[in-house]
């Protein structure tokens, strides 16, 4: 059986018999990330994009999953070329999810479909959130590694606490959510704020105490990098 891991790449998976009962009782929202980039063979995105049509119905038609999207990086130039969230209501929903027989079928086979891939377990965290009812077509995404040291963590989730209403009052902001990486793993955060469209996200941009968080993020974190990703249309779930 397929079980859900902190692996790097679609190819590194964990088998078991056995559900993992500490997995199993938590009850919070998930998110799977996977992270991948075209083929390296002529048309490639295009040879990418005609597999992920065939195969979208078969992931999005199981029940447990809540919510599916795919989003292409507005800067084609940079890694990752594309973006696909998983979104479950629990870890149980994951669990059953990544353990049906055609769901492994199709994961097994994107090595095959990209150049490289990599994937992630996020859990939601409630220091930043806003919520606004739609289909918000750009998401601004941040994976941030928390300082080094023992307090390194705390010192972060510190400041975030001291900025949070701050940065998710603008209304240009549709949906704000921060995650924790289940694994401990890098990235060891994710947050995702979506947007009407990319006017909105260069107002948001543009805002004086925006530009100060943004700046200061780069004192607060041991790394961090940012992407802006478009919404495509082969597989959503809502």
């Known amino acids: 059986m397929v079980m859900l891991t902190g692996c790097t790449s679609w190819q590194d998976v964990i088998t078991d018999t056995q559900k993992p009962e500490s997995i199993m009782s938590d009850d919070i929202s998930v998110k799977i990330i996977y992270l991948s980039d075209y083929p390296e063979v002529e048309d490639g995105r295009e040879v990418y994009l005609k597999w992920v049509v065939s195969v979208a119905d078969d992931l999005r ?12 990086n507005m800067n084609q130039n940079m890694n990752p070329y594309r973006l696909i969230e998983f979104e479950f209501d629990s870890f149980v929903d994951a669990y059953t999810y990544m353990n ?11 090595p095959s479909w990209t150049s490289n891939a990599r994937s992630h377990t996020f859990i939601q965290r ?11 077509d750009i998401m601004d995404v941040l ?21 949070s209403m701050t940065s998710v009052t603008p209304s240009q902001v ?7 990486n289940y694994f401990g793993e890098s990235p060891h955060r994710m947050v995702q704020l979506e947007f009407a469209n990319q006017s909105d996200l ?13 700046s200061e993020i780069m004192n607060r974190s041991s790394s961090y990098s940012s992407h802006t990703f478009k919404l495509r249309s082969e597989y959503v779930k809502e």
């Open 100 to 110: 049906r027989p055609e769901i492994a079928k199709i994961l097994s086979q994107v």
């Open 174 to 180: 549709k949906i704000f959510n921060s995650y924790d």
């Open 202 to 214: 260069d107002d948001y941009h543009s805002l004086e105490h925006i530009k100060d968080i943004r």
């Open 126 to 136: 409630s220091d930043h959130s806003r919520y606004e009812q739609g289909k918000w």
């Open 143 to 163: 994976f941030i590694n928390y300082p080094l040291g023992v307090k390194g963590k705390q010192s972060y989730l510190d400041w975030v606490e001291h900025i």
């Open 61 to 72: 038609a199981p029940e447990e999953i809540k919510r599916i999207r795919s989003y292409d």
